[in-house]
């Protein structure tokens, strides 16, 4: 073959490659260009101040959309948590909900049950990159309605009970031990609670702010059956809480403490959620409450039918079930929720912690709250995770929250009185049966 015919064969090559390749491109579809919409609130869902609520978010949407050039995210700023809810309401009348949007724990059961929030079931089965076992299944089981999942947890707040450490030291008493029970707890607060000055006025407590309910998720009790039909109120392990509640709080007589003598290092004990702890103990926040005293935190007290759970709060993040763009709105709800550069972030700009197993249970976690928190306070991630491991499932029926509120009203008012327990108990059970009927 001469070097002319060579030269031509290569040429005709040359050209049908470049005839495919533009071809190609020609027949080669653009990437669409997505849009998704978030729906959030400003601050936080645990009302302790938040000056970086949307740093999170900002710097996740940033990576989400260098990830996915074709993506665009938006959300409206400046919508406040109380009117959030109406917000987002009046979003799904319109026909304008987020694709993605932040789910407060009162509207879970509402949104879940009347086909607001996409059904994840689906989704979470063809993504083989996604395991329901890295959360914490107590905080995961909070999206979770009748066996289905329709939002993942993306913030945990555990209760903790805080020990002022320098008054027990004063009294002479050692720390509680991880095991300790109520009757441990009875005790301590007994030798605690005394006049100081002489006045004949109890000024130092035992307590602050324990409630009945703290006394019931350690004491093994279930107010509701699962199916959230009939009411346990008056079981046993439900009235042994009520009874301790009533009788750890009568130690103080009619001198009952407030938050200034909790401040002030007057009280021994108060549960508290995370959340209000990492708020208000370090700079910058400069009414810094806990600087004349050393503070610990332990796990909530065990009674006689149970063991150490506590309440767990959880803010939750679902898909529009409308969503023209469930796809990618699912990559960017696990962005939020599932990602672990996203949830280390929790520790140092949020308030609560997060429910990923690795993240929370970590040494990178403990070492920024070490940073966080100062020298003397101490937050060790075994007891976050033993905490958050063993954190009570609250049942799932939509007027849950309602009658809670009833409940409570009710119990405080019961324990004001010195006769009548059981008949006052029992008409008060009779009344929530009524109402989970209608």
Same mark, same amino acid.
């Given at each position: 073959?001469?070097?002319?015919?060579?030269?031509?064969?290569?040429?005709?090559?040359?050209?049908?490659?470049?005839?495919?390749?533009?071809?190609?491109?020609?027949?080669?579809?653009?990437?669409?260009?997505?849009?998704?919409?978030?729906?959030?609130?400003?601050?936080?869902?645990?009302?302790? @101040?938040?000056?970086?609520?949307?740093?999170?978010?900002?710097?996740?949407? !940033?990576?989400?959309? /260098?990830?996915?050039?074709?993506?665009?995210?938006?959300?409206?700023?400046?919508?406040?948590?109380?009117?959030? &809810?109406?917000?987002?309401?009046?979003?799904?009348?319109?026909?304008?909900?987020?694709?993605? +949007?932040?789910?407060?724990?009162?509207?879970?059961?509402?949104?879940?049950?009347?086909?607001?929030?996409? $059904?994840?079931?689906?989704?979470?089965?063809?993504?083989?990159? +996604?395991?329901?076992?890295?959360?914490?299944?107590?905080?995961?089981?909070?999206?979770? =309605?009748?066996?289905?999942?329709?939002?993942?947890?993306?913030?945990?707040?555990?209760?903790?009970?805080?020990?002022?450490?320098?008054?027990?030291?004063?009294?002479?008493?050692?720390? @509680?031990? !991880?095991?300790?029970?109520?009757?441990?707890?009875?005790?301590?607060? /007994?030798?605690?609670?005394?006049?100081?000055?002489?006045?004949?006025?109890?000024?130092?407590?035992?307590?602050?702010?324990?409630?009945?309910?703290?006394?019931?998720?350690?004491?093994?009790?279930?107010?509701?059956?699962?199916?959230?039909?009939? =009411?346990?109120?008056?079981?046993?392990?439900? !009235?042994?809480?009520?009874?301790?509640?009533?009788?750890?709080?009568?130690?103080?007589?009619?001198?009952?403490?407030?938050? $200034?003598? +909790?401040?002030?290092?007057?009280?021994?004990?108060?549960?508290?959620?995370?959340?209000?702890?990492?708020?208000?103990?370090?700079?910058?926040?400069?009414?810094?409450?806990?600087?004349?005293?050393?503070?610990?935190?332990?796990?909530?007290?065990?009674? @006689? &039918?149970?063991?150490? /759970? &506590?309440?767990?709060?959880?803010?939750?993040?679902?898909?529009?079930?409308?969503?023209?763009?469930?796809?990618?709105?699912?990559?960017?709800?696990?962005?939020?929720?599932? $990602?672990?550069?996203?949830? !280390?972030?929790?520790?140092?700009?949020?308030?609560?912690?997060?429910?990923?197993?690795?993240?929370?249970?970590?040494?990178?976690?403990?070492?920024?709250?070490?940073?966080?928190?100062?020298?003397?306070?101490?937050?060790?991630?075994?007891?976050?995770?033993?905490?958050?491991?063993?954190?009570?499932?609250?049942?799932?029926?939509?007027?849950?929250?309602?009658?809670?509120?009833?409940?409570?009203?009710?119990?405080?008012?019961?324990?004001?009185?010195?006769?009548?327990?059981?008949?006052?108990?029992?008409?008060?059970?009779?009344?929530?049966?009524?109402?989970?009927?209608?």
């Amino acid at each position: 073959m001469s070097k002319t015919a060579v030269w031509w064969r290569r040429l005709v090559v040359c050209g049908l490659i470049f005839s495919i390749l533009t071809c190609s491109l020609v027949l080669k579809p653009k990437e669409q260009k997505v849009v998704l919409t978030f729906g959030m609130f400003a601050g936080n869902q645990w009302d302790v @101040p938040d000056d970086d609520c949307y740093r999170i978010i900002d710097e996740t949407i !940033e990576e989400f959309e /260098k990830k996915y050039p074709n993506v665009t995210i938006r959300y409206d700023s400046g919508i406040l948590k109380d009117d959030y &809810s109406e917000w987002l309401s009046q979003k799904a009348i319109d026909g304008e909900l987020p694709d993605v +949007f932040m789910v407060l724990s009162e509207d879970f059961n509402t949104f879940s049950s009347v086909g607001v929030l996409k $059904n994840l079931d689906s989704l979470i089965a063809k993504d083989p990159s +996604f395991h329901e076992e890295d959360y914490y299944q107590g905080s995961y089981r909070e999206g979770e =309605c009748e066996g289905s999942q329709y939002a993942l947890p993306y913030e945990s707040v555990p209760t903790l009970m805080f020990v002022n450490k320098t008054l027990l030291e004063k009294e002479n008493i050692a720390m @509680p031990k !991880e095991d300790w029970t109520w009757e441990d707890f009875y005790e301590i607060c /007994k030798k605690v609670t005394k006049d100081t000055d002489g006045d004949g006025k109890v000024d130092q407590y035992g307590v602050y702010g324990y409630k009945w309910k703290n006394a019931l998720y350690s004491n093994g009790a279930s107010l509701f059956n699962k199916a959230g039909t009939k =009411c346990n109120l008056t079981g046993e392990e439900v !009235e042994e809480s009520i009874l301790f509640t009533k009788k750890i709080n009568e130690l103080s007589g009619f001198s009952n403490p407030t938050s $200034n003598d +909790f401040d002030t290092g007057k009280v021994a004990f108060q549960p508290m959620k995370f959340s209000e702890f990492r708020t208000y103990k370090p700079y910058p926040w400069k009414i810094n409450k806990y600087f004349e005293f050393e503070w610990d935190c332990i796990k909530l007290p065990t009674g @006689p &039918s149970g063991e150490s /759970k &506590s309440d767990v709060d959880n803010l939750l993040i679902g898909i529009n079930n409308r969503s023209k763009n469930s796809q990618m709105a699912w990559k960017f709800l696990k962005e939020l929720t599932y $990602n672990r550069d996203t949830q !280390e972030k929790l520790f140092r700009y949020s308030q609560g912690i997060s429910p990923l197993k690795d993240v929370t249970n970590s040494k990178k976690a403990e070492k920024i709250l070490d940073e966080y928190m100062g020298e003397d306070t101490i937050v060790k991630v075994e007891l976050l995770n033993e905490v958050m491991e063993q954190a009570e499932e609250k049942p799932k029926f939509r007027e849950y929250d309602t009658i809670m509120e009833y409940i409570d009203n009710e119990i405080l008012k019961l324990m004001m009185l010195e006769e009548g327990f059981d008949e006052n108990i029992q008409k008060i059970k009779n009344d929530i049966d009524d109402m989970l009927k209608k």
